[in-house]
């Protein structure tokens, strides 16, 4: 370890790299707590959803109360006005399907990434399946 840890003393590339250390290291510790807050949900779930499927209707009031909570929480993230400006780049192509990546705009510079895969072997409509990958992953996996 150099003895001069003066960080006035130290050039701008050793700075960067300790920037890009501490940021590198928050952002790891910030997804193995989430990691874990999502391996602990059993418990949770227990307390907070009470779901009732007998219909629409009543799923949709049993489950008012952790939208409330997630909005007192988070906030209601109200349009901004920002574009749709949907997106499709080709992503994979087999014999089976094809894949291409989405991208639509959220709100701002935020921006919602996907990919849709459709069977080329289907002439009528297909139920479209959407599934949230979960911290450290990715859709491609």
């Known amino acids: 370890m150099p003895e001069n840890r003066d960080p006035y003393q130290q050039s701008g590339e050793v700075i960067s790299r300790w920037v890009k250390d501490r940021q590198h290291l928050l952002r790891n510790e910030a997804e193995d707590y989430l990691r874990n807050e999502v391996l602990a949900y059993a418990s949770r779930q227990e307390k907070y959803w009470h779901r009732d499927y007998t219909s629409i209707e009543s799923f949709a009031r049993s489950v008012e109360p952790n939208r409330q909570r997630w909005r007192e ?69």
Not at 98 to 122: F, M, Q, S
């Open 73 to 141: 929480a988070v906030g209601l993230f109200e349009g901004d006005g920002t574009a749709l400006n949907a997106t499709l780049e080709p992503w994979y192509e087999d014999e089976k399907f094809t894949a291409w990546w989405v991208g639509v705009g959220l709100l701002g510079d935020l921006k919602g990434r996907g990919i849709l895969a459709l069977p080329k072997r289907c002439r009528e409509p297909v139920p479209l399946v959407i599934a949230q990958h979960g911290i450290g992953s990715s859709p491609e996996r």
